[in-house]
């Protein structure tokens, strides 16, 4: 029988870390939710100790996710420890994820710290971790850049503290796949009580090698692979959980390794954290992108046309790509849009779906046909958004070609307060930014503006990202309609409540 591989999605943690991918609290928690429904075994849902609004939302998600373990990282240090427990323990099955560095370079220069005195530290931080649970992982940050042999004597020590979990981390995404396997069979093969620990690799894309790092190591012993979806992540991400999985599947010939990761739910999920990051899928981005099942080429075709399999090695199918189109509008009843919901993974209260009714009967009044993409949009424009301090009302836009620069006029609500203001801008977008960054009193930095079709044809809801940054902070934020402009009010006024909620949250409000 083929040996299971445990999946450990990382998304909610490290995936977080990249620019522009934090997550409100429904977020995480709508993000944890379908993580559950993909079937992951792990779920590291953040970093207790970083911040209170981390604390809240890992402990959130430790209560409501069942059937699977939600794990915190912690630094080697007694009260990271202590804060990351109160925070899973109320989970089905809590897991503390305590980490230290080895490399000679991290200690030296990070650490300051001689390797006796690391050794050291790793033991206590896993005895008092285990003093919580069972279930306590540790991991060797940087190990691809550590002495093996120091690496044998740090996971020995961690084991004999009462680690289950050993994580071999290739933090900078350093390590060359044949290279990195054989640091694993070897650390494996060296460490005298190895049989008492799963042992799991963690890698980074720095040089495009993540998930070849990954399946490299899964050869080579390691049983637990910690992976985000569409590989997000610090600078160039982590391996991709779709890649991974997909590999193992489609080569099982090679690999004969199995998961429990229900592959149909593949696309939805990234589709998922596409629209809660306002980060479009990039087309040839490989399993879940527009181009990955596309063919152009003559010659391509026609192999198609004659047996599929000439040119593809998967099916569209098996990553949840083919699905009946949505075909709602302002007639359609409140059961038939509930169910819709449901088959697209959400549940919602009473009060939520009445909201998503109502914004379906108003888009259908725009289109002349909804998808399930513009119903998820508008869940996650409806619903999922943090509670607006700055909220839109109205707004009006001119332009023209005689040389009158266009003009917003933008009525908004601030702290439940009706407010208006007029305006001009080098652009139709420009003018109703400077309309609203007068209103609410602020003058952010706009850093990036992209816009993207939902779906397809004339009638498709734009979505549009900004990212602003003022006075050091910066947040990403997200909107989307059929009238661009309105998107990209949305949109700016997204950001701008994220603003103030990272003020609020790192005052202490």
Avoid at 241 to 250: D, G, I, P, Q, S
Avoid at 356 to 375: C, R, S
Avoid at 464 to 493: F, K, W
Wanted: aromatic share 4%; glycine share 8%.
């Amino acid at each position: 029988m083929a040996e299971r591989i445990r999946i450990f999605d990382t998304t909610l943690r490290d995936g977080e870390q990249s620019p522009g991918a934090t997550m409100n609290i429904k977020e995480k928690l709508r993000l944890a939710h379908q993580l559950q429904t993909l079937g992951v075994d792990i779920i590291e849902a953040g970093f207790p100790a970083a911040s209170p609004g981390d604390f809240e939302s890992v402990r959130a998600i430790a209560k409501t996710v069942k059937g699977m373990t939600v794990a915190g990282l912690c630094r080697a240090l007694p009260a990271d420890i202590d804060r990351a427990w109160d925070a899973v323990c109320v989970a089905e099955s809590p897991r503390l994820h305590t980490f230290l560095a080895t490399s000679p370079v991290h200690m030296q220069y990070k650490l300051r710290k001689t390797p006796d005195e690391v050794v050291r530290m790793v033991d206590a931080a896993v005895r008092h971790a285990a003093g919580h649970t069972s279930n306590v992982e540790f991991s060797a940050e940087d190990a691809s850049r550590s002495d093996r042999d120091f690496l044998v004597r740090v996971f020995t020590t961690a084991i004999e503290a009462g680690a289950t979990t050993i994580n071999i981390p290739d933090t900078v995404g350093y390590a060359q796949p044949e290279e990195f396997g054989a640091l694993v069979r070897y650390v494996i093969e060296n460490t005298p009580n190895a049989h008492k620990a799963v042992f799991s690799v963690h890698c980074h894309n720095d040089l495009g090698l993540g998930v070849a790092n990954t399946l490299a190591a899964l050869r080579a012993g390691a049983r637990q692979a910690e992976v985000t979806i569409s590989g997000i992540g610090e600078r160039a991400g982590n391996a991709a959980l779709e890649e991974l999985v997909m590999a193992l599947r489609t080569r099982h010939d090679y690999f004969g390794l199995d998961t429990g990761i229900v592959t149909e739910q593949l696309y939805p999920t990234c589709r998922l954290l596409s629209m809660i990051i306002g980060q479009p899928i990039p087309a040839n981005k490989a399993i879940v992108g527009a181009n990955a099942f596309a063919h152009e080429s003559g010659i391509h075709q026609d192999g198609m046309l004659k047996h599929r399999e000439t040119y593809e090695i998967m099916t569209p199918e098996s990553i949840g790509r083919t699905r009946t189109e949505l075909v709602l509008g302002k007639h359609s009843g409140r059961n038939a849009v509930k169910n819709k919901l449901e088959e697209l993974g959400y549940r919602l209260e009473e009060d939520q779906l009445n909201t998503v009714v109502d914004a379906v009967k108003q888009l259908a009044d725009k289109k002349k046909q909804i998808h399930d993409e513009d119903v998820e949009a508008l869940v996650l424009e409806e619903v999922y958004r943090i509670p607006d301090r700055y909220r839109l009302v109205n707004l009006s836009v001119q332009c023209s070609d005689t040389g009158m620069p266009p003009t917003a006029a933008v009525v908004m609500e601030v702290d439940g307060e009706t407010m208006r203001h007029a305006g001009f801008g080098a652009g139709p977008i420009d003018a109703v930014f400077n309309a609203i960054a007068h209103i609410v009193g602020r003058t952010p930095q706009l850093e990036r503006y992209s816009v993207t079709a939902i779906t397809g044809g004339t009638d498709a809801q734009g979505e549009v990202t900004v990212r602003v940054r003022e006075n050091g902070g910066t947040a990403v934020g997200r909107g989307s309609h059929p009238d661009i402009i309105i998107a990209s009010a949305r949109a700016y006024l997204n950001a701008l409540n994220r603003l103030v909620k990272k003020e609020e949250e790192k005052e202490g409000i």
